[in-house]
């Protein structure tokens, strides 16, 4: 009959429908990793100012690498860091 569409057809149309949409997403997924993974080590690296592998928020001397040489109060080395970040 004329109004009526065939099964099979709609079938195949949705198996390439649904192949054509998994490629896209798995390019896009993989493309995003690689700016996901820039973006982290942006990230990681900006929160860790003083650079001994312990991030701003855990590090108790922000500023100072090692806890023996802190001289300044955390407050103080907070102030320090987002004054440099805004300079940047």
């Given at each position: 009959?004329?109004?009526?569409?065939?099964?099979?057809?709609?079938?195949?149309?949705a198996a390439i429908i649904l192949?054509?949409?998994?490629?896209?997403?798995?390019?896009?997924?993989?493309?995003?990793?690689?700016?996901?993974?820039?973006l982290h080590d942006q990230i990681?690296?900006?929160?860790?100012?003083?650079?001994?592998?312990?991030?701003?928020?855990?590090?108790?001397?922000?500023?100072?690498?090692?806890?023996?040489?802190?001289?300044?109060?955390?407050?103080?080395?907070?102030?320090?860091?987002?004054?440099?970040?805004?300079?940047?």
């Open positions: 009959m004329k109004g009526e569409a065939d099964p099979l057809k709609i079938i195949v149309g192949i054509v949409m998994m490629v896209v997403l798995y390019v896009f997924t993989d493309l995003f990793k690689k700016e996901a993974g820039v990681i690296g900006a929160q860790d100012y003083d650079k001994d592998g312990v991030i701003n928020s855990f590090d108790p001397c922000p500023c100072e690498a090692r806890i023996e040489a802190c001289t300044r109060e955390k407050k103080a080395c907070e102030d320090e860091i987002a004054n440099a970040q805004q300079r940047e």
